[in-house]
Every structure is written in C-alpha cells, then in structure tokens.
C-alpha cells in the first residue's frame, strides 16, 4: 500500500479497499426481469441485464433477500438462510450469476437478515413445538407478558407490539418487527455460530459480502420487560473477523439508523480501530438533504457534514437518496419533518410510519429534470460510496394504490412492449402491477426511449457515474466544506485524495449566481469543467464561477499522481 502527503494530510492507496471508490446498485430479483413468463422476476432475466448495468457504471450488485419466503414482507421472512427462493431459480442460477457478473466487473452483495425469521421457519416450529426442543432457545422467550410489551415498534400504524403470546408454546415470544418474524436469541452462542456458518456460505460461493439488515437489533441481547436492552457490540467485531479470514476482500455494508453519538461503536471498538463493520448508511445525512432540497438551502447539508462523527481509517458512509424502504424523517424535528412532508409528501397517502415518505424521487421533484439532475449530482459528490435503487436512473414514478413500502417496488420499466418489457406473462400474473399511466407510464418512462436519446436522463447517468469514476478521491478522499460567503443556495465543497482534488458546486436554488473562489487558484492546476447542467465557458481564475438555478459544476482542480 502505497501512502502521500496533500496538503498537510496523509491518503493512504484504497485500491484494496474497492468499496470506497464503488457504485452500488440495488434491486429486487423479483421486479427486475422475468425471463421465463411466469411473471415474477428470477436470475437468469437478471443475467441478461448485467451488460445494461455494466454500460449504466454499477460497480457492485446489491440484491435484496433472494432466500425461500412465505413473502409476508418481501422476503425478509426467511424460511431457508441455505437456499435461493424457487421463484427465482436454483443455487446453479445464482452461482452463474456470482461468474457473469464477475466477467464485467461487477461485485454481488446480499442482504443478510438474521435478527428474526420467518414463523415458518423449522427452527421456530421445531422451538415452539416443545420447551425440550433443541431449538427452544433460539428464540426469545417470556413466561410471563412483559411489560414493555407494546413499545419498540418498528412500523408504527402497522404493528401494535413487539410481543406475542404463542398458544403451542405457551409463553411469549419477541418479535422487533412484525409478529410472524420472531427474533433470533443472539445471546445464545448456538445462533452466533450459526449466523457465522451462514456467511460462511454464501462467501464460499463467491459473494463479495453482506448488506447487514437491522443490525441494531442482531447485536440487541433482548430482556423481557427491558424497553432498552442492552447490546453486544463485539458481536460485530466477531463478524468482521470471520468474514475477513473466509474471504479477505468482503466488505460488511450495515444499516444502523441509531443516534449520531453511537455510530462509531458499529465501525471499531474505539482508539481508531477499524474491526467491526466497513460502510454504514448515512441516514443522518439522508434526511438533511431531503430538508436541503425542500427549503432549497444547503445550509443543512453542510451541518450534517460538519457533525459527522470521525470515522477510523478504512470506515465508509453510504449515502442514497431513495432506497428500497421509506425516506425516513425519523431524524429531523416535527418542525422540519413538516417542512419536507409539505414539498415532497403533501398528502396523506404518500406518507408511512407517521415518519417517512413512501415515494419515488422524480414524482417527488415534479418530475422536473433540472431537479433531478441536481440532487443525484449532489448526492454522488458528497463523502462515502453512492447507493442508487433501480429505476431511478431512468425516473421511474410510485403506484400509490399499492400498500406501504410497495409502492416504489414495482418492476421495472425496460421498453414499450407489454408489462414494460418485463415479463411476457399476463397482466395479473405479475408480481406486482406495472406503472402503465400518467407520465410515468411505461410507454413515456422506459430503457427503451431513454436508450436512443443522447440526452436522456440515463444517459446523464451514465456521464455522470463515468465522470465520478474518474475522479475516485471523491470516494477515498476526504470532503470538506469550502467556507466562505456564498450566495443563498449554493454549497461549495471539495473531495481530496491520491488522485488530486475535485470542486463541487451546487446551486439548491432557483436564482443564477456567480462565485468567488479565487483563493483556490494558487493550487489549481489547470482547472476545468468535468460535468455541468451547460456550458460556463470555462473556470477563468475561479473568481467569477457561474452556476444556474438548480445548476451544478464539477471542477477538476488539481490532478496528482499515485506512486
């Protein structure tokens, strides 16, 4: 590994570290292509879209669970941690797919969902069939109701207690989630090895690592009537271990949405230290850019970036706009969570959990493209690995008739042909109903049309990641806040690394506005446009940088060369 020194600061080579310099793209099999008409998707009609992903940029495949499931919640309640869901083919599909993707450069992440199981599952048939069963203690159990009975819901309006009795077993069982997914007893070292061998395997079989869901609640060693139970936090520096010596270049991808000051205890054990998870999704800075783009001030943006905790060496941020659940407000003020409900979710229908907005991102900006363009500019610029949930890349619209999460999981828009392209089934078979009016029907929102117009948001998209791939200190680098007065709606921040130094400047508002940062002149080296929403002529002396109403620039300021 190879070290230099910019100005004063000291990069390490992350080349060995690909997650900080990747593209993650997530789906779900099921929405995505069915190649054999019987209306859900399945691998193979995934296999036949990797050149599209490959062209697209994506650097790492993130797919949402693909394990048998009852589908009571779209594959999170696993009945088989071992196995492929039938419905999208065989462990020999999904190996060729681990190889095909490979062949094009492209990674395969997997959702690991371990804090709970399905009630089907023959674990918790076997536990609740008997307290003498070998599985008894694998689940979390109360001979008495506990008193915090109804507290701790993940999905408030939709679950209404987080214990339940169970008539077979006669006792209480826990349940984080909904009452058919009861939780793993993480305290019992049986279910610790068996999440282990569980990893194990699907690293054996190639995946270049885990998308870890609810981790929180897999390190919570759960005490009847303890609302605030405590947790085990070097249950994920086990992990980490075991992952790394199976298979040394794995990354560990969690989703913690807990308070600022407890985030660095999911990536080291404190002094520095780098030994539990790689990458976290940054939910705190998600929610400042929803209220940044809703009041068209970057002011909030920059507070997330100034309070971010300090992360150990090799540590990452995550960041999306729109992934597979939820927008969640959860982090923001009732003040400001009204503020952004009142742009982007104004109505009843397009909200969830009394925190969070259930909506595609393009319908949330009036489908206005200067708009898009800005916040996903703006979201690949910032620190971290970007996360892009498919779809969005082509500006796919929400099916607000269908329940909950649903609503922005329907499948996926690929030509004008019908069902969109994606399946050959009949109509009703689908999985789900196909987006097929408005202006986001499939015949004026698909891969298609947007394929053959050079001007298209996918082919922005496909510029864009391009560009971001050639300036990885974005990454790998360190982001810093260029402070210095600015005109209202405009940040200006900076990514350093090995590679040289790029200039970020977003324009959040709808005024034009010009910006002095000549005192960046003495180290530019050439500087020059790389991406922007038009042509500015230049970068001059950087003392009178141009930026539109929702405009953007990126500016290659200095190039360095690695050794």
């Given at each position: ?14 080349g060995d ?5 990747a ?10 292509a ?11 009609g ?31 309640d696993?009945t ?5 869901d ?20 492209i990674?395969v992440?997997?959702d ?30 109360s ?26 077993a ?23 090895n ?10 054996q079989?190639?995946?270049?690592g885990?998308?870890?869901d ?17 947790k085990?936090?070097?249950?994920l520096?086990e992990?980490?271990?075991h992952?790394q010596?199976r298979?040394?270049?794995a ?10 000051d407890?985030?660095?205890?999911f990536?080291g054990d404190?002094a ?24 068209q ?32 407000l ?16 104004p ?7 009394d925190?969070?907005?259930r ?10 493209r ?49 069902n969109?392209?994606f ?17 986001f ?22 510029r ?6 050639e ?10 806040h ?42 530019a ?6 991406l922007?929403d ?9 003392d ?10 990126w500016?290659?300021l200095?190039r360095?060369?690695?050794?």
């Amino acid at each position: 590994m190879f070290a230099v020194v910019v100005d004063g600061r000291r990069y390490d080579g992350m080349g060995d570290r690909w997650y900080s310099e990747a593209v993650v793209y997530c789906l779900d099999i099921d929405t995505y292509a069915d190649s054999d008409g019987d209306g859900v998707g399945d691998i193979r009609g995934l296999i036949g879209r990797l050149d599209y992903l490959a062209r697209l940029g994506v650097t790492c495949l993130w797919l949402h669970p693909i394990h048998p499931s009852p589908n009571k919640d779209d594959g999170y309640d696993v009945t088989d941690f071992y196995n492929v869901d039938p419905r999208f083919g065989t462990l020999g599909d999904f190996a060729e797919l681990l190889h095909q993707a490979a062949n094009r450069g492209i990674r395969v992440i997997i959702d690991l969902v371990v804090n709970h199981t399905s009630d089907e599952h023959p674990w918790f048939q076997s536990a609740r069939s008997s307290p003498d069963s070998p599985y008894r203690d694998w689940y979390v159990w109360s001979e008495q109701e506990p008193a915090d009975r109804f507290q701790g819901m993940v999905f408030p309006g939709e679950q209404h207690e987080t214990w339940s009795y169970d008539r077979t077993a006669k006792a209480w069982f826990y349940h984080r989630f909904y009452k058919y997914q009861p939780d793993l007893n993480m305290a019992n070292p049986e279910v610790r090895n068996e999440v282990k061998k569980i990893m194990s395997f699907w690293l054996q079989l190639g995946v270049s690592g885990f998308r870890m869901d609810a981790v929180p609640f897999i390190i919570e060693l759960t005490e009847p009537g303890n609302a605030n139970s405590p947790k085990d936090f070097e249950f994920l520096t086990e992990l980490r271990q075991h992952v790394q010596w199976r298979r040394g270049d794995a990354v560990l991808l969690a989703e913690a949405n807990v308070e600022p000051d407890e985030l660095p205890q999911f990536f080291g054990d404190g002094a520095g230290s780098a030994n539990r998870v790689h990458m976290l999704f940054d939910f705190m800075l998600n929610g400042r850019l929803m209220l940044a783009l809703a009041r068209q001030d970057p002011e909030p943006v920059i507070d997330a970036l100034r309070d971010t905790p300090a992360l150990p060496h090799g540590a990452q941020w995550a960041t999306f706009l729109r992934n597979h659940d939820e927008i969640d407000l959860s982090r923001l003020t009732a003040e400001q969570r009204e503020q952004v409900y009142a742009q982007f979710g104004p109505d009843k229908e397009m909200r969830i959990y009394d925190r969070g907005i259930r909506r595609r991102f393009a319908p949330m900006l009036g489908n206005d493209r200067r708009r898009i363009e800005l916040a996903y500019a703006l979201q690949f610029s910032l620190r971290g690995t970007p996360v892009l949930r498919y779809g969005e890349e082509i500006g796919m619209g929400e099916d607000l008739s269908l329940p909950g999460r649903q609503a922005i999981r329907t499948p996926m828009q690929w030509s004008y042909q019908p069902n969109a392209g994606f399946s050959t089934a009949d109509p009703e078979k689908l999985v789900r109903p196909v987006i097929d009016k408005g202006e986001f029907g499939y015949e004026k929102v698909n891969v298609t049309e947007q394929r053959r117009d050079r001007n298209s948001l996918l082919a922005w998209f496909e510029r864009m990641i391009r560009t971001l791939r050639e300036a990885p200190e974005t990454g790998s680098g360190s982001t810093t806040h260029i402070d210095v007065p600015m005109p209202p709606g405009v940040l200006a921040h900076r990514a350093d690394g090995v590679t040289g130094t790029m200039l970020f400047l977003h324009n959040l508002g709808t005024r034009d506005a010009t910006v002095d940062l000549s005192m960046l002149e003495p180290e530019a080296d050439l500087p020059v446009d790389v991406l922007t929403d038009r042509d500015y002529g230049g970068t001059g002396k950087l003392d009178a940088l141009r930026i539109a109403g929702y405009g953007y620039r990126w500016i290659r300021l200095r190039r360095a060369w690695s050794s």
